[in-house]
């Protein structure tokens, strides 16, 4: 059987690389295959590929290593490339949170929704663009998977810029989501179990929890609203939650009773509705607003990371350990499902063609999918229930907007994406947002696409 070669666009991501380099080497189906490694960093590129080495050897496996700054050199011959990349990601996130927050508008991740994931697009997608340009003339028939946030602006915009090219979007928020729910309704993780949820990528709803026919949704929401007063008091009085942990029960719970659906992945989507801003006057509201994304914790984690990474390389610590401190990653994950099992399934981001019958028959959406080497097949979904019905589709909108403003180059379609968006409350703080943004990022931003002078962009 052929072994595939599998590009890494982004080996030195905070999240991805070494989960990668482990599932490569642990795999039967892959570690024959290839790991092309690329980052534009070429010190850290340096240590993956060795990292990458010292894994494969200490496995006695057949893994090819490739690495290069330049991906053109090592996408020829692929099978799949993963996009996991980011511009100065920890950085540029504080930076957004912190703009938005002096207009009002407070991001607990600041990576996908509200201004944090327009302008987060806005650095990243021209990066993405690229990519599919050099994919459609290298390697036309490979399998391009999108793990950039925002996953949806990005998923979005590579099936309508490059339509030949096989593409889906992942994000890895979704990829523990049927254990999850398992273990609050105490049933096993098997085949008896069905969880089907909907939504654009970081604001899925549960539609559907079922073991063997039974219904399991009174027992999960029981079993939130358990832990969700404890939780409440536990982190109100400051329990040390990080701004994506901070409150998450007792916010699922309250979003459950107003829209009669859970949300699935609460740590982002809490931001992406409008309740947790701070605007109420009634003084009735239970929570206080959403906590800043902690830009400067996450440097130290990313800087902790490549310490670690150091320490294999230096031989301070086995690489014994490095097996048992590290396990799949959801992208190898999926290729190793599509590569080897017949119709695996997966939770991944993919146009709906009707699987949710009330959303837009072309919405780009997380779903449950069989998924092989002819792409995923979402499986058939309840109806979403209105209110949440029309806030995705306007999620929906946003992402769109995004998309066609940055492949366009049309600051105005932005303007409209934020203006669009389910945090944004004045036009006049919208303009003068924009404008802070692009004056703070203007290093980062491709500003010959915006029409912006070499001068105002830095």
């Given at each position: 059987?052929?072994?595939?070669?599998?590009?890494?666009?982004?080996?030195?991501?905070?999240?991805?690389?070494?989960?990668?380099?482990?599932?490569?080497?642990?795999?039967?189906?892959?570690?024959?295959?290839?790991?092309?490694?690329?980052?534009?960093?070429?010190?850290?590129?340096?240590?993956?590929?060795?990292?990458?080495?010292?894994?494969?050897?200490?496995?006695?496996?057949?893994?090819?290593?490739?690495?290069?700054?330049?991906?053109?050199?090592?996408?020829?011959?692929?099978?799949?490339?993963?996009?996991?990349?980011?511009?100065?990601?920890?950085?540029?996130?504080?930076?957004?949170?912190?703009?938005?927050?002096?207009?009002?508008?407070?991001?607990?991740?600041?990576?996908?929704?509200?201004?944090?994931?327009?302008?987060?697009?806005?650095r990243e997608l021209p990066e993405v663009l690229r990519c599919c340009e050099d994919i459609s003339n290298l390697c036309p028939d490979a399998w391009v998977i999108n793990y950039v946030n925002p996953t949806t602006v990005h998923g979005m915009a590579i099936r309508r810029y490059f339509p030949k090219l096989k593409s889906l979007a992942l994000c890895d928020a979704q990829w523990g989501l049927r254990n999850r729910f398992a273990q609050l309704a105490d049933v096993p993780n098997d085949e008896k179990l069905t969880v089907l949820s909907a939504g654009p990528n970081h604001y899925t709803w549960l539609l559907k929890a079922?073991?063997?026919?039974?219904?399991?949704?009174?027992?999960?929401?029981?079993?939130?609203?358990?832990?969700?007063?404890?939780?409440?008091?536990?982190?109100?009085?400051?329990?040390?939650?990080?701004?994506?942990?901070?409150?998450?029960?007792?916010?699922?719970?309250?979003?459950?009773?107003?829209?009669?659906?859970?949300?699935?992945?609460?740590?982002?989507?809490?931001?992406?509705?409008?309740?947790?801003?701070?605007?109420?006057?009634?003084?009735?509201?239970?929570?206080?607003?959403?906590?800043?994304?902690?830009?400067?914790?996450?440097?130290?984690?990313?800087?902790?990371?490549?310490?670690?990474?150091?320490?294999?390389?230096?031989?301070?610590?086995?690489?014994?350990?490095?097996?048992?401190?590290?396990?799949?990653?959801?992208?190898?994950?999926?290729?190793?499902?599509?590569?080897?099992?017949?119709?695996?399934?997966?939770?991944?981001?993919?146009?709906?063609?009707?699987?949710?019958?009330?959303?837009?028959?072309?919405?780009?959406?997380?779903?449950?999918?069989?998924?092989?080497?002819?792409?995923?097949?979402?499986?058939?979904?309840?109806?979403?229930?209105?209110?949440?019905?029309?806030?995705?589709?306007?999620?929906?909108?946003?992402?769109?907007?995004?998309?066609?403003?940055?492949?366009?180059?049309?600051?105005?379609?932005?303007?409209?994406?934020?203006?669009?968006?389910?945090?944004?409350?004045?036009?006049?703080?919208?303009?003068?947002?924009?404008?802070?943004?692009?004056?703070?990022?203007?290093?980062?931003?491709?500003?010959?696409?915006?029409?912006?002078?070499?001068?105002?962009?830095?």
């Amino acid at each position: 059987m052929q072994h595939p070669k599998i590009v890494i666009l982004g080996a030195g991501s905070f999240f991805f690389g070494r989960k990668a380099i482990w599932q490569m080497v642990h795999s039967p189906h892959l570690r024959e295959g290839t790991l092309a490694l690329v980052d534009t960093d070429g010190e850290r590129l340096e240590k993956m590929r060795r990292l990458a080495e010292l894994a494969r050897d200490h496995h006695g496996v057949k893994l090819a290593i490739e690495a290069s700054t330049d991906r053109r050199e090592v996408l020829e011959g692929s099978d799949f490339i993963v996009l996991s990349f980011a511009d100065r990601n920890a950085h540029f996130r504080g930076v957004d949170c912190e703009v938005a927050a002096r207009y009002g508008i407070r991001m607990c991740s600041g990576d996908t929704i509200g201004p944090g994931g327009v302008m987060r697009s806005a650095r990243e997608l021209p990066e993405v663009l690229r990519c599919c340009e050099d994919i459609s003339n290298l390697c036309p028939d490979a399998w391009v998977i999108n793990y950039v946030n925002p996953t949806t602006v990005h998923g979005m915009a590579i099936r309508r810029y490059f339509p030949k090219l096989k593409s889906l979007a992942l994000c890895d928020a979704q990829w523990g989501l049927r254990n999850r729910f398992a273990q609050l309704a105490d049933v096993p993780n098997d085949e008896k179990l069905t969880v089907l949820s909907a939504g654009p990528n970081h604001y899925t709803w549960l539609l559907k929890a079922e073991y063997d026919g039974r219904d399991l949704m009174p027992d999960i929401i029981a079993s939130l609203r358990a832990s969700a007063e404890a939780d409440f008091n536990e982190q109100a009085q400051g329990g040390g939650k990080h701004a994506k942990g901070w409150l998450n029960n007792s916010i699922a719970i309250e979003l459950y009773d107003a829209f009669g659906v859970l949300p699935t992945v609460l740590g982002h989507t809490k931001e992406y509705v409008p309740f947790y801003q701070g605007r109420g006057v009634s003084g009735n509201d239970r929570h206080p607003p959403l906590k800043l994304f902690e830009a400067d914790e996450r440097t130290r984690q990313t800087e902790k990371a490549w310490a670690q990474v150091d320490a294999f390389l230096s031989g301070e610590q086995s690489m014994d350990s490095f097996d048992e401190q590290f396990g799949p990653d959801p992208a190898t994950d999926l290729i190793e499902g599509m590569w080897a099992k017949p119709a695996s399934r997966f939770f991944v981001n993919t146009t709906s063609h009707g699987a949710v019958p009330n959303l837009s028959h072309d919405a780009f959406i997380e779903l449950y999918c069989e998924l092989d080497m002819d792409g995923p097949r979402p499986l058939p979904c309840p109806p979403m229930p209105r209110g949440v019905r029309g806030l995705c589709e306007q999620v929906l909108d946003t992402h769109e907007l995004t998309a066609e403003g940055i492949y366009e180059g049309d600051l105005k379609l932005l303007r409209r994406a934020l203006l669009t968006d389910p945090l944004t409350m004045s036009i006049g703080d919208t303009d003068a947002m924009l404008e802070a943004f692009l004056e703070c990022e203007r290093d980062a931003i491709d500003a010959e696409r915006y029409g912006l002078s070499p001068a105002a962009a830095g």
